[in-house]
């Protein structure tokens, strides 16, 4: 039961240009959606969220995107930097149970 | 200033063998879970306490024990090992169980690596 899918197990994209990481939900009643970035033997950091009730949201290179129709939601990285190479994992929270779900996460490799 | 704690970071053991994972918060936060990530590196919820009190429990095997003996602490004790129980373990605490701070979420421990041969 698979209610958060990232569809793309890696991207790799070049220094300085736009990393887009996406994801699909299935459960409607998440409230917040979060997203995660994690390094190898780390644990997940907190990165930038959004509300169900908000279509964007902004912080200096990071900005996420919800289409609440589509049940779809992205990250986008400009200018992605090597740094930004990691795992992103798509969180949302909220339903009945008040708990964070996880996708599979994506394996973001910024070029220099 | 570690705000989640994890301990052991590794932990190698054998099959039927009995260990436990320690992790302690000084965020003051009132929520604290345990995730589990897989080789296919899902994360995945296993239990959650909220102020000592069990709140999640995600049809995990009766193997996996919990125990808070108070709010900045949850540690994971799991009997019986078996080779299916190798995964990464976090730990994380959050501000409130029904309350989403949308300006950090939860607070991730760095894992414990538990390898089972």
């Known amino acids: 039961d698979q209610q958060v899918k990232q569809n793309s197990p890696s991207l790799s994209v070049q220094e300085g240009r736009i990393s887009i990481l996406n994801c699909d939900y299935t459960?409607?009643?998440?409230?917040?959606f979060l997203w995660y970035k994690k390094y190898p033997a780390e644990g997940p950091t907190f990165l930038i969220s959004i509300s169900s009730i908000k279509d964007k949201n902004e912080d200096g290179r990071f900005t996420v995107f919800l289409n609440k129709s589509a049940k779809h939601l992205s990250l986008h990285i400009v200018p992605s930097q090597p740094g930004d190479s990691a795992v992103y994992f798509c969180a949302p929270w909220g339903g009945s149970n008040y708990k964070l779900t996880f996708g599979k996460g994506t394996l973001l490799t910024v070029n220099p | 200033d570690t705000a989640v704690s994890q301990t052991p970071k590794y932990l190698v053991t054998q099959m039927g063998n009995d260990k436990s994972i320690k992790c302690e918060q000084n965020?003051?936060?009132?929520?604290m879970y345990w995730y589990k990530q897989d080789s296919k590196k899902f994360l995945k919820i296993m239990f959650s306490y909220n102020n000592k009190e069990l709140i999640i429990n995600e049809t995990v095997p009766n193997r996996f024990s919990p125990k808070s003996p108070d709010k900045a602490h949850l540690n994971l004790h799991i009997n019986s090992l078996e080779l299916g129980d190798s995964a990464v373990y976090f730990c994380a605490s959050s501000h409130e169980r029904t309350t989403m701070r949308v300006d950090y979420g939860y607070t991730f421990g760095s894992g414990t690596r538990l390898t089972v041969v």
């Open positions: 459960n409607s009643m998440f409230d917040y």
């Open positions: 965020l003051g936060h009132d929520t």
